[in-house]
């Protein structure tokens, strides 16, 4: 394959160190350079090794550790910061304890990132199962149905009717969606928005504690040839 110049784009001869038109030093690769560096194929097979995922022990970490993790983020409900640490930290513990298992102990950031968003998937379901449940059970089991109408009316009637009147929006349109909001559709809608939301948050911070959790224990330990 004919080299050109990056800067000038003319033929350049292979491994010359410098274009003979412009004099723009030039890159040179070669394998047994590589190699001489301290980098032969085992250890470029290691990295290839820690970017993939052995998904046995893996999803037998991340279940363990996701489904009391999101039963506790169910409880600090609605979102909020410890919440979100919460599943940032069990990604990273999932991702280190996966790294114990593994010969060599290394991994990389994509790998860590793919079993924080496994962990994330199965702590946003169990979240979103335990709020259901527990919204449920307080409204039909505990009889507290009324206190939860109370909330949602007192945010739609003050805090969206001012904002909405803040900006300018007409009263006839402003009437037609705190009727809808108010309905049991549109209760049932506003539970199902928070759940999403609190589904969403929980998999982008596991995502990121996992690809944390890879960077800071994983990257610095190189395999050992």
């Known amino acids: 394959m004919e080299q050109t110049c990056n800067r000038c784009h003319q033929a350049v001869q292979e491994g010359a160190c410098y274009c003979p038109v412009c004099g723009l030093p030039q890159l040179v690769y070669s394998a047994e350079n590589a190699a001489a560096q301290g980098q032969p194929e085992r250890w470029n097979q290691a990295v290839r090794d820690a970017g993939s995922i052995d998904w046995r022990p893996g999803l037998k970490l991340a279940l363990t550790l996701a489904v009391p993790a999101g039963i506790v983020c169910s409880l600090l409900s609605p979102v909020n910061v410890l919440a979100l640490l919460v599943m940032t930290g069990t990604s990273a ?74 900006v300018g929006v007409d009263a006839q349109t402003i009437a037609i969606t705190r009727t809808l909001m108010l309905s049991p559709q549109g209760r049932a809608a506003g539970v199902l928005c928070a759940l999403a939301f609190l589904v969403s948050a929980l998999l982008i911070f596991s995502v990121a504690g996992g690809a944390l959790g890879a960077r800071f224990l994983g990257r610095p330990r190189r395999p050992e040839i």
């Open 93 to 166: 513990w999932v991702v280190a304890l996966y790294m114990r298992s593994q010969q060599p102990a290394w991994i990389t950031i994509g790998a860590g990132a793919r079993l924080g968003l496994v962990t994330g998937m199965l702590a946003g379901w169990t979240s979103a199962a335990a709020s259901g449940v527990m919204l449920y059970a307080m409204r039909y089991w505990f009889h507290s149905g009324k206190l939860f109408d109370d909330f949602w009316e007192t945010m739609v009637n003050q805090q969206m009717v001012q904002q909405w009147t803040s």
